[in-house]
């Protein structure tokens, strides 16, 4: 059977293709969809945590949830940010940086912390792989 919050991801994911939530609209609350759907609050956040990495919605603490895309036929607009320490030296700097550029073009990041370790490299790159990503941003280090 499948987990409450993914049929709760599966539901809403609908209603933005339907149109029931438009392109830029807000969607319901965590606590009113916990109250539609009869589900705990953290059960809700998963569903939408589903659909921020599906690239649907976008979470912003104290201004509600809005759709950013209504699926698969929408241009994705997300970049992914591979780096091995986001907190060296001048990577916070660029960071801030690349965000503001790809803001300008509506354009949202994803940033992945592999702290040099090979296995969470390579989970990065499966990650990125299996998601929907407009493109890639990879620090080399020599």
Known sequence: MISKYLQISNNLTEKIQNGVYPLGSKIPTEIEL?????????????????????????????????????????????????ASHTNDYIFPAVLRDIQKVLSLSSYSCQIISTHNKVCLEQEALQFVINKPFAGVLVELRR
């Open 34 to 82: 916990a109250d539609y759907y009869h589900v705990s609050r953290q059960t809700v956040r998963q569903a939408l945590s589903v659909l921020v990495d599906n690239g649907l919605i976008n979470k912003k603490q104290g201004s509600g949830n809005r759709v950013i895309s209504t699926g698969p036929d929408s241009s994705i607009r997300r970049i992914a940010i591979i």
